[in-house]
């Protein structure tokens, strides 16, 4: 008779790899949204927020669907924490486009610092449930979030608006990254435990 932590962790892993091509397709979005804003060029503050709070709010929201498609995978409130964060720094972007940079900024540096707390919890969650070794890509994003947050809070109040478009995008191509190397070792595990004799 399997204990109450291992059957946690059976079912925590079978929906990881039961829906890893969730996890995969949130990867392939992120780093395509994250590429979009490090390649755009910054025409002006106000394009910049409005393509920020927009890439936030997709964003989060493609977090949102894909955590509640599988809520018995690890880390479920954290991505949960981190989708709904998104959503709501996105909104209040697009909301207050006429309090400028400055606002940005500020909502930036809170963003990066809780994204990278979160994915830092996320990424340990996983380590926790066995049920990964590629936790260490989400780990590594978390501590860039927090790198990216320290770095905009230095640069207050003359970092330029076209690093704000770069930091999201860099932050966004590594959470995706890691995504994408969790789904991708989900299914090679499926794959080779499903090989026919």
């Known amino acids: 008779m399997l204990s109450n932590i291992q ?5 925590f892993n079978v929906e990881l790899h039961q829906h890893w091509a969730l996890y995969l ?4 979005v992120l780093v395509v949204l994250g590429a979009t804003a490090i390649v755009l060029p910054p025409l002006a503050t106000l394009a910049i927020t409005v393509l920020i709070g ?12 894909t955590t509640f498609w ?7 409130g954290w991505s949960l924490l981190s989708a709904v964060l998104a959503i709501v720094i996105g909104y209040l972007l697009l909301a207050n486009l006429d309090l400028g940079t400055v606002f940005v900024t ?8 809780v994204e990278g707390f979160t994915s830092i919890m996320y990424a340990r969650a996983h380590k926790r449930e066995m049920s990964s070794s590629r936790w260490q890509w989400m780990m590594a994003s978390g501590v860039i979030d927090l790198g990216l947050g320290a770095y905009i809070l ?5 970092i ?21 190397a969790m789904a991708e070792r989900a299914h090679k595990e499926d794959r080779r435990t499903h090989r026919p004799a």
């Open 54 to 65: 927009w890439l936030l709010l997709v964003s989060g929201i493609v977090g949102l669907i």
């Open 70 to 76: 599988m809520p018995a995978a690890p880390g479920f």
């Open 154 to 158: 230095y640069g207050l109040p003359v």
């Open 160 to 180: 330029a608006p076209w690093a704000l478009g770069l930091l999201v995008g860099i932050n966004m191509v590594f959470g995706g990254i890691a995504l994408i």
């Open 25 to 28: 397709l949130e990867g392939v």
């Open 7 to 11: 059957y946690i962790r059976r079912a």
């Open 106 to 113: 500020g909502v930036l540096v809170i963003f990066f610092i």
